[in-house]
């Protein structure tokens, strides 16, 4: 469950046409090439980030045994962006990629569903209750605490909205992905207006329209759609989930090998954790990549586990584009050709 986002410092690109040098016609920005990597912007003129939970350092003394209550469920990840701390590319050991966001870090294995759900103090994330700033209080606010770490960004500097079809053109987004660690999973998530709940601390731009949990509306009875991004997994061959369905589309290769991967609008569905009351909620609000914030990498979330145990994650991206119906058609994008021009889902997915 994300629960913040880490804005760039740096001044935004802010337009979508450019000037070409000598002449003043205007030149359109190539908004399917988002990232090739070089920079830590995107050509839609949004930032690529790095984003943790907020929860305390852990202390490596304790265990989920005997210290349920007080061990520190903190993610990890390097480099850390902030405020003020941009993702900086790093050179790639293959010479065909260069410049390329490079995150590692590993994730702790979830807090006991029996704190969640009873809304015990230290499972829920201190950090929303806080907000109470332009028009946006959150007071009442009791979002579970669990552990997470990721890569991203958002289409636009204040993550406005954005049409991430292009006005019908495109149908999903592509990229080069290296695992550099064996891990098990990577979720590619789609943060919209209606699932995201907007940051007044981070400038965020689009309006609060998602629900999430209070004392009256508990993970135990009630649903959320704050943080309830659709998505689609990556799984290693041997991942041991129910639900990862191993195939050429949606198989991590293995470590310290690129490979590009393709996530169609039509294959991501509601989270796998998703409660009957929050399934509910989503299903009146059915996928709809117009209305689009961000794009996240979320990294794997293990369990909880006796004793606690942390995942180590280290991954590399490059040529990020979002893609035509005609290039997801194309062998090099890797796309899942039987789901093109199938329906936006509103219900969970073997896969998601």
Known sequence: ???RIYGLGS???????LSACGSTTPVAVDMSNLST???????SGGYIWTYTDHNTTPDSSKIIATDAT??????TITPLTSQSVSLVPEQDTDP????VIHVSGQVPGKIPWTYVSSQAPFSVDSYWPTINKNGLNYTDAMVPAYPAAGVGFGFTPGNAVFDATGGGKYVGIAFDLKI???QPEIWVSFPMAKTDLPDPNNDDLFTKSCDYYTSTNTPLSGGSSCFTSYRKGIFSATDPSAYATPNAYNTLAASNTWKRYCVLYSEVGVPDWANDETQTKMTAIPFDPTNSIKVQWDMYQP???TPQVSVKFDVSLDNIKLITAEQAKDATNNCNQSALGQ???SVKTSDS
């Open 11 to 17: 001044t935004a690109l802010g337009v979508a046409l």
């Open 37 to 43: 990597g070089d920079t830590n912007q995107v050509a």
């Open 70 to 75: 007080t061990f520190d469920y903190h993610a």
């Open 1 to 3: 469950m994300i629960k």
């Open 343 to 345: 329906p936006y889902k």
């Open 303 to 305: 369990a909880d586990a």
């Open 96 to 99: 065909n990629h260069g410049k």
């Open 180 to 182: 550099n660690v064996d």
